[in-house]
């Protein structure tokens, strides 16, 4: 069993900025996806933001494009969520997972994190 932990998240003033990161805490997880997914209050998870592990190519649901971006470190152990322009729809859990195919299908990610909270005020 792998274990993802999520840091970064807070309290931040729209337009403000977050930077996640989420790290495998037991080992790297060398050709896995990572991707950040989201849950708001009453409302189903989904995805937000992947970057393959193979090919390095990323991909993010439309209401970020422009304003996140992922990223992970040359060592592949953490990956990043950078959001800027934040807005108040994007007050949620964010989760980052793992998934051994490149994929925005949460059912297709085998590990989770904990999940991070991001509250963003108007």
């Known amino acids: 069993q792998v274990q993802l932990v999520e840091s970064g998240g807070g309290l931040v003033q729209a337009g403000g900025s977050l930077t996640l990161s989420c790290a495998a805490a037991?080992?790297?997880?060398?050709?896995?996806?990572m991707g950040w997914f989201r849950q708001a209050p009453g409302k189903e998870r989904e995805f937000v933001a992947a970057?393959?592990?193979?090919?390095?190519?990323?991909y993010y649901t439309d209401s970020v494009k422009g304003r996140f971006t992922i990223s992970r470190d040359d060592s592949k152990i953490v990956t990043y969520l950078q959001m800027n322009s934040l807005e108040p729809e994007d007050t949620a859990v964010y989760y980052c997972?793992?998934?051994?195919?490149?994929?925005?299908?949460?059912?297709?990610?085998?590990?989770w994190g904990q999940g991070t909270q991001v509250t963003v005020s108007s």
């Open positions: 997972a793992a998934a051994p195919v490149t994929t925005i299908e949460p059912l297709q990610y085998d590990y």
């Open positions: 970057i393959s592990r193979s090919s390095g190519r990323t």
């Open positions: 037991e080992r790297p997880l060398r050709g896995y996806t």
